[in-house]
């Protein structure tokens, strides 16, 4: 079995490196992404809050009610559910457009960077001169329609494997799988139904982003070799097709560290989220129903608004800078090693 090239540590020692010879330019231009992105976050969010706010009223007016009345009662019923279900879609789909800008903006950037650094973009070489913000977003402008398409198919695709995984678990707790029975509550799982119910579900969500890695080249690819992005996502998987050891390695070690920060700033969070739920108080008049929403969401919010500068560069640079070792191997007649 031939070497798979550098493993996953190199690419991301690598991309340290990168990402500090370029600290004036590439992180600077993070940084103001970043805060960019805090503002138009927090103001989705802001605005989801305030469309629902009147439904949040309602709900405690039914809950005091009943209250009053000794009454027992189920949160967010008497038509209270559905409203804050139709604000919170509206809100996730915009979020997920935040993201998907967010991303396609930092990948580009950071190709860009990584072909300046190499001179290995002829397109790029030309232009010349030190790298600056601005010259930095003026190259990362030019190609940003075509990087947005690509991240947006390769978001489908993750999506398409996340829907599917969702969609069996639902058919298999509704019964609707023959000869796999639901197991009832306090009862032992029957080991089809931990099979089909279970792992199979979780193993086709996971598909998602194994097909991700193997894709997440076609950013840099659409940037720096001017490619459509049908063609992009197809040299992507050509060029990862023999080092899918490393991509997949260093696509599950970049999302475990995603992951560790989120949590960690999630913990770190907590203190915040209570200050920010006596001010909620304060400002709804003691509606622990608005209060209570706040407080659950705004740990994990800090943890995804503190991605793009602490992850993002180095996923950003790891897989530019992995794009440019595989596209050197390829143009030198030496395809990358096989797994």
């Known amino acids: 079995m031939a070497h798979d090239g550098n493993q996953p540590r190199g690419s991301i020692t690598g991309a340290l490196g990168?990402?500090?010879h370029h600290r004036g330019a590439p992180y600077g231009f993070t940084l103001r992404v970043s805060a960019l992105t805090a503002v138009l976050g927090c103001a989705i969010v802001a605005g989801g809050f305030t469309a629902a706010w009147d439904t949040f009223e309602g709900?405690?007016?039914?809950?005091?009610?009943n209250i009053a009345n000794e009454d027992s009662y189920v949160a967010y019923a008497d038509g209270g559910w559905f409203p804050l279900v139709m604000v919170g879609l509206v809100e996730s789909l915009l979020l997920l457009v935040l993201a998907l800008l967010v991303v396609s903006v930092l990948h580009t950037a950071y190709a860009v960077a990584g072909a300046h650094d190499s001179h290995d973009s002829h397109a790029d070489a030309r232009d010349g001169g030190p790298l600056t913000v601005r010259e930095l977003w003026r190259r990362t402008r030019r190609r940003l329609p075509a990087a947005l398409a690509v991240n947006a198919l390769s978001g489908l695709v993750v999506g398409a494997m996340a829907l599917a995984g969702y969609v069996l678990w639902m058919t298999v707790?509704?019964?609707?799988?023959?000869g796999v029975e639901p197991t009832p509550i306090g009862e032992t799982a029957a080991p089809l139904y931990t099979l089909v119910g279970w792992v199979l579900p979780i193993a086709v969500m996971?598909?998602?982003?194994?097909?991700?890695f193997r894709l997440s080249l076609a950013t840099a690819e659409t940037?720096?070799?001017?490619?459509?992005?049908?063609v992009a996502l197809y040299r992507s998987w050509?060029?990862?097709r023999r080092a899918r050891t490393r991509t997949l390695g260093l696509g599950t070690l970049l999302t475990a560290g995603a992951a560790l920060v989120v949590l960690l700033a999630g913990y770190a969070a907590?203190?915040?989220a209570h200050f920010a739920g006596l001010g909620m108080l304060w400002l709804s008049d003691d509606n622990v129903w608005i209060t209570g929403v706040l407080v659950m969401i705004l740990p994990t919010a800090v943890g995804l608004l503190l991605l793009p500068p602490l992850v993002m560069p180095l996923v950003c640079a790891a897989f530019a800078r992995l794009h440019g070792e595989l596209r050197a191997r390829e143009e030198a007649g030496?395809?990358?090693?096989k797994d």
């Open 334 to 337: 030496r395809g990358p090693g």
């Open 59 to 65: 709900v405690r007016d039914y809950a005091d009610r």
């Open 238 to 240: 050509v060029l990862t």
């Open 270 to 272: 907590a203190p915040l």
């Open 206 to 212: 996971c598909l998602g982003p194994l097909l991700y």
């Open 18 to 20: 990168a990402t500090g």
């Open 173 to 178: 707790e509704r019964g609707d799988v023959p």
């Open 223 to 230: 940037v720096l070799e001017r490619r459509s992005p049908f």
